[in-house]
C-alpha cells in the first residue's frame, strides 16, 4: 500500500517532468516503464519465494523493503533530513588514521579517503558496480546508525533534467537542494579527458566553476584531494589526495554535458542494447576511444568542479551519493530483466582496464571499504538488493 501511494505520486512528478523535456519524453517513459518493471521483478521473486525463504533464514521481504527514491519525489523535510544527515557525518570524527591519510578528518571523509585508495581496482574493473553498491549501502547506513537518519539513499535522475540540470530540484541552490551551481567564472576552456593513446574527449565548460554558495553544503570543506583534477585550460591538477587540503566544494554544472551523455535515451539505450555484463558495465563508463564517457562519466562531469572531476576524489562531492544511486538503479534493473542469467554475471579483472594485467574478477573476490566500514565482503553477496546484507528496492 505505501509502495502503491508512492508510485502515485511519483507519477504525478514523472509527469509533470515529461511536459518540460518534449524530445526526451518518449524515451523516458520508457525508462519508468523498465523502473517500474524491475520493481514489479523484484516483488514477484521476493512473493515466490516468501514461504521458504522464512525456513531459510531469509529475512527480506517485499513489506519491508527500504524504497530508494528520486530527489524530486522527497518532501522538503525528507530533503533537509538528508542534507542534516551528510552534514553530520561531516562533522563526526574520522576513523582512518592519520598514518593512513592524514588529511581525512570526518566520517564522511573516510568513505573519500577509501574510494581515492581504492580507485584503480574499481573502475573500468569487474568489481565496478558491486563495489559502488556496497560503497553506497555502507553510507546509507551511517546516515541512518551514525546521524539518524531515517530516511532511505536517494537518487539523481539524470534523465528527468537533461537539457537543464542546474535548475532541477537537486541543484537549483534553495534550502531544500544538494546546493547550487558554483560562482560563475567566464571564458573557460572545455574540460580535455585523456586516457592512454586514445584520442581526448572535450567537455563542454558548464556555467558555474566557482564555489557553491547557496544551499546545504555552501560551507562545506572538502578535505581531500586532489589525485587528478583536469582543469579548464588542458592541465591536471595532481598529488596524493590524502594530504589536509581544506578548500570550497566547487561546481560547474553542465546542460551540455548532461545532455550529451545521459540523457533519456542514453539511459534507455545502454539497459536495452547491452546483452552481456561486460558491454553493459563498459558502455556505462565509456568505452574508451569511442568518444563517449557513458552516463557514468556523464553525471560525474555534469556536476563538474572540484572534487566531482576527480575520478579518484569524486565521493568529495555530496551529490555523488544521489548519482551512484542512479547508477546502482539501471544495473538493478538491467539485472531485472533476466534475473535469473544476470543476477551473478561478472565480467572483467581487478585493474583498470586490465592495466597491469590482473586474474579475472570472480563471485568469491572479497570487496573491503577499510575505515568507511561494512567489513570484508565477498562478490557473492552483492550481486542482489534483497539478498546478502542488503533489502531495498528502487521506484
Ligand atoms: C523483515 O520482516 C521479517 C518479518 O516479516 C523480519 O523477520 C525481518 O527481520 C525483517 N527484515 C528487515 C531487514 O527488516
Ligand atoms: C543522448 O545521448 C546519446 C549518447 O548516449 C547521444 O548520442 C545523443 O545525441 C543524445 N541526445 C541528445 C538530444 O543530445
Ligand atoms: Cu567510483
Redesign the pocket.
Known amino acids: 500500500m505505501l509502495i502503491r501511494c508512492l508510485t502515485y505520486a511519483l507519477l504525478l512528478v514523472r509527469a509533470t517532468a515529461a511536459l518540460t523535456t518534449d524530445k526526451n519524453s518518449e524515451s523516458l517513459t520508457e525508462l519508468e516503464n523498465l523502473i517500474e518493471q524491475a520493481g514489479s521483478t523484484q516483488e514477484n521473486i521476493l512473493d515466490d519465494r516468501a514461504t521458504g525463504a522464512k525456513k531459510r533464514g531469509e ?3 517485499r ?2 523493503l527500504t524504497v530508494r527514491r528520486p530527489w524530486g519525489s522527497l518532501s522538503k523535510n525528507e530533503r533537509k533530513a538528508y542534507t542534516d544527515a551528510v552534514l553530520c557525518l561531516q562533522s563526526l570524527p574520522a576513523k582512518t588514521p592519520a598514518s593512513v591519510a592524514p588529511g581525512a578528518k570526518s566520517r564522511y571523509d573516510d568513505f573519500v579517503a577509501t574510494h581515492i585508495l581504492q580507485t584503480p581496482y574499481i573502475h573500468y574493473t569487474g568489481t565496478f558496480l558491486a563495489w559502488h553498491r556496497w560503497f553506497l549501502y555502507n553510507y546509507e547506513q551511517a546516515l541512518k546508525n551514525e546521524c539518524g537518519y531515517k530516511g532511505s539513499q536517494p537518487y539523481w535522475n539524470w534523465a528527468l533534467y537533461a537539457n537543464n540540470p542546474a535548475a532541477s530540484p537537486i541543484f537549483d541552490g534553495s534550502a531544500y537542494s544538494m546546493s547550487g551551481n558554483g560562482e560563475y567564472i567566464a571564458k573557460k576552456g572545455p574540460i580535455i579527458l585523456t586516457l592512454g593513446d586514445f584520442a581526448p574527449v572535450y567537455l563542454p565548460a558548464g556555467t558555474g566553476g566557482g564555489c557553491v554558495t547557496s544551499g546545504p553544503f555552501k560551507r562545506m570543506k572538502v578535505n581531500l584531494g586532489p589525485v587528478s583534477l583536469p582543469l579548464n585550460n588542458g592541465s591536471v591538477l595532481t598529488g596524493t589526495g590524502l594530504e589536509y587540503n581544506p578548500r570550497c566544494l566547487t561546481r560547474d554544472i553542465s546542460a551540455g554535458v548532461n545532455s550529451a551523455y545521459a540523457n533519456a535515451t542514453s539511459v534507455v539505450n545502454l539497459i536495452l542494447n547491452n546483452k552481456n555484463v561486460g558491454d553493459f558495465q563498459m558502455v556505462m563508463q565509456g568505452v574508451p576511444g569511442s568518444g563517449s564517457i557513458g552516463v557514468h562519466g556523464g553525471g560525474h562531469y555534469t556536476i563538474g568542479g572540484n572534487p566531482a572531476d576527480d575520478v579518484f576524489v569524486s565521493p568529495g562531492e555530496p551529490v555523488f551519493y544521489l548519482h551512484h544511486g542512479m547508477i546502482d538503479l539501471v544495473w538493478w534493473t538491467w539485472q531485472a530483466l533476466d534475473y535469473k542469467n544476470r543476477r551473478d554475471a561478472v565480467s572483467g579483472t581487478g585493474t583498470f582496464l586490465n592495466s597491469p594485467p590482473s586474474p579475472d574478477t570472480t563471485l568469491d573476490d572479497i570487496i573491503d571499504l577499510g575505515y568507511a566500514g561494512g567489513g570484508p565482503i565477498t562478490m557473492r553477496e552483492l550481486m542482489s538488493v534483497h539478498d546478502g546484507p542488503f ?1 531495498y528496492m528502487y521506484i
Open positions: 529475512a527480506c521481504t513489506d519491508n533489502c
